[in-house]
Nanobody, 131 residues
Framework: QLQPVESGGGLVQPGGSLRLSCATS????????IAWFRQAPGREREGLSC????????????YYADSVKGRFIISRDRADDTVYLQMNDLRAEDTAAYYC????????????????????WGQGTQVTVSS
C-alpha cells in the first residue's frame, strides 16, 4: 500500500518560509494526485493545495485554498518523484500538523481538495510559527 512520507516541518518565525516534501517508496508518485492538508488542535482538517497526476507531456493542474493562495506553492519534481509545498510569509495561524495525501483515481486535469477524496495519507509533519 502506498504510504506518503512528509518531511520539512519545524519551528519558524512569523514571516519565514518552510518547504515541505512528500515522497514515498515502492510507488511512483508522479502517477498520483497529491494534496496537502493541515489540522490544528481543535480545528477541522483543511485542504490547502493539490496537484493532479501528470506525465512527461503535461504539468498537471494545481488548485489552492483561498487561505494560502499567494503564499504557498505546490510543485512536483518528476525526476525526484517528490511533491513539495513551499510555504512563504508564514503566520501564527499556519501552525498545524501538515499532511500529504495521495490518490490514483483522478484524471490529470483535475484534483479535489476534500479529505474524503484521498485514500492514502502520511503521518504528518508539525509546523509551528512562533517568535
Amino acid at each position: 500500500q502506498l504510504q506518503p512520507v512528509e518531511s520539512g516541518g519545524g519551528l519558524v518565525q512569523p514571516g519565514g518560509s518552510l518547504r515541505l516534501s512528500c515522497a514515498t517508496s515502492g510507488f511512483t508518485l508522479n502517477y498520483y494526485t497529491i494534496a496537502w492538508f493541515r489540522q490544528a488542535p481543535g480545528r477541522e482538517r483543511e485542504g490547502l493545495s493539490c496537484i493532479s497526476s501528470s506525465d512527461e507531456s503535461t504539468d498537471g493542474s494545481i488548485y489552492y485554498a483561498d487561505s494560502v493562495k499567494g503564499r504557498f506553492i505546490i510543485s512536483r519534481d518528476r525526476a525526484d518523484d517528490t511533491v513539495y509545498l513551499q510555504m512563504n510569509d508564514l503566520r501564527a495561524e499556519d501552525t498545524a500538523a501538515y499532511y500529504c495525501a495521495a490518490d490514483g483515481r483522478y484524471p490529470s486535469y483535475w484534483c479535489p481538495l476534500s479529505g474524503d477524496s484521498y485514500d492514502y495519507w502520511g503521518q504528518g509533519t508539525q509546523v509551528t510559527v512562533s517568535s
